[in-house]
């Protein structure tokens, strides 16, 4: 998948780079993981930093159960 740029953020900076990584990654384990609880075992994050990424990159992404 191609890495999806963030909105309002200068292309060419350090931040831009870090941020479009960081989208990519939750979205591709979201994707694998789909429940924050999964997320965030896999990612060894806590489940509530995980529900905030959730929200921030993955709203677009619809889950099927």
């Known amino acids: 998948d191609e890495i999806e740029e963030p909105e309002g953020i200068n292309p060419n900076s350090f ?5 479009s990584v960081k989208k990519s990654v939750i979205r591709d384990y979201y994707k ?3 429940t ?10 806590s489940q509530t930093t995980a529900n905030r990424l959730i929200k ?3 709203g677009d992404i619809v889950q099927v159960e």
């Open 36 to 45: 924050s609880r999964g997320l965030a075992l896999s990612l060894g994050l």
């Open 15 to 19: 931040e831009y780079i870090i941020e």
């Open 32 to 34: 694998k993981h789909p």
């Open 56 to 58: 921030q990159y993955c």
